[in-house]
C-alpha cells in the first residue's frame, strides 16, 4: 500500500501542476516549487520502498513471488542484512535510481 499510495500522491500532485499550467495560472514561484518537490519526493519514496529489503514493502512483494521454501530461507538473511543491502545499493546503483526518478517525475509533470 505504500508505494501505490505515493504514486497516487504524485499524481495527484502532478494533475495539479499540469492545470495550474493548461489554464496558465500565475502562481508564486515558491508554489510551484513544493508542488514539483512534492511530486519528486513522492515518486523517490515510490522507488525506495520497491527496493526488496526487508521493512521495505518491496521485501513483501518478493516473498509473495517466491516459493514458499525460498521466501523462508532468505528472510532472516534479508532481515539481519536489509540495512547493509539498501545501503550498498544506493551507493552503488544511486545514479540510475535518480536518474529513474527524475525522468518520471518528468513523464508525471510534463517537462
Known amino acids: ?7 497516487v500522491m504524485a499524481a495527484i500532485g502532478a494533475l495539479a501542476v499540469r492545470l495550474l499550467i493548461g ?3 500565475a502562481v508564486p514561484g515558491a ?6 518537490l512534492f511530486v519528486f519526493y513522492n515518486v523517490a519514496l515510490t522507488v525506495f520502498n520497491l527496493i ?18 525460498t ?16 545501503l550498498v545499493f544506493v551507493f552503488t546503483a544511486g545514479r540510475p535510481i535518480a536518474n529513474l526518478i527524475f525522468d518520471v517525475t518528468r513523464l508525471l509533470v510534463g517537462f
Not at 508554489?31 to 514539483?36: K, P
Open 1 to 7: 500500500a505504500g508505494p501505490a499510495s505515493n504514486l
Open 23 to 25: 489554464f496558465d495560472v
Open 31 to 36: 508554489v510551484g516549487t513544493i508542488l514539483i
Open 52 to 69: 526488496p529489503v526487508p521493512p521495505l514493502d518491496g521485501s513483501t512483494l518478493l516473498f509473495r513471488v517466491l516459493d514458499p521454501r
Open 71 to 86: 521466501a523462508w530461507q532468505l528472510r532472516p538473511i534479508l532481515g539481519q542484512y536489509g540495512f547493509v543491502i539498501i
